[in-house]
């Protein structure tokens, strides 16, 4: 069964250094999600990527944030310089074209900002 | 705004019993609704959702949810837990007011800790 995948499944990095989190979506999937979890907290909405743009963001996706499909399979999650509070689990998910499909979410990347 | 509730961090349940985990929904129109299930140290596995036609839906792992308009619930519930079905799961509604538009994220209820004891 085709799965979402994430690298790496922990990173951990010094606040104001650069991270990328790295997914590969199921392969017939057009539309793209990153969530984070706060340890503890509910799982949040970052931005969601269809057709080669951000079609929606949220309000924790600042300038620092941004997301790429740098090619046919990779999708990427970049923080400029991190900060402590990205320390979170972050999600990737997936989706097909139609309203009622499901999301499909990868494992999760804990970054752990030091 | 529309949002999901699950009004217990915690349930406990004991092998073999039947198990619920409440959710309850807000959201304009007509709603989507699904259960996530999360095991320690992984991601979400999609267990079932409602869209339309039958209140009563099945999904994975011999679960299966009651949409009930009336109280705007979707209550997770198994006839007999297992202790492998403890876990943390999440409610979501998928937020429609972008309706037209390329997103349709979800939005997640706080989660609910299921605890099976043997």
């Known amino acids: 069964e085709p799965e979402v995948t994430q690298t790496p499944s922990h990173q951990v990095t010094q606040m104001g250094q650069e991270v990328i989190l790295r997914c590969v979506p199921i392969s017939n999937h057009l539309y793209f999600y990153w969530y984070r979890q706060i340890l503890g907290q509910k799982v949040e909405f970052l931005v969601s990527f269809y057709n080669n743009e951000i079609s929606e963001k949220s309000e924790i996706f600042d300038d620092q944030f941004s997301v790429e499909r740098p090619d046919g399979s990779n999708f990427t999650l970049k923080i400029r310089s991190t900060k402590l509070e990205d320390s979170a689990m972050y999600f990737c998910?997936?989706?097909?074209?139609?309203?009622?499909?499901?999301?499909?979410f990868g494992p999760g990347t804990r970054l752990t900002v030091t | 705004a529309q949002s999901v509730a699950q009004p217990e961090d915690q349930v406990n349940v004991a092998e073999g019993n039947p198990l619920t985990v409440k959710c309850t929904y807000s959201v304009s129109g007509n709603p989507y609704l699904f259960w996530y299930v999360q095991y320690p140290n992984r991601g979400l596995q999609f267990l079932l959702k409602?869209?339309?036609?039958?209140?009563l839906v099945k999904g994975s792992y011999g679960f299966e949810a009651e949409f009930n308009k009336s109280q705007t619930s979707f209550h997770l519930k198994k006839p007999s837990a297992l202790v492998s079905d403890s876990a943390l799961y999440f409610c979501a509604v998928r937020d429609m007011q972008n309706y037209g538009g390329a997103t349709n994220k979800l939005i997640f209820g706080t989660g609910t800790l299921l605890a099976v004891q043997p």
């Open positions: 409602y869209i339309t036609g039958d209140n």
């Open positions: 998910a997936s989706r097909r074209t139609g309203l009622n499909y499901e999301q499909y």
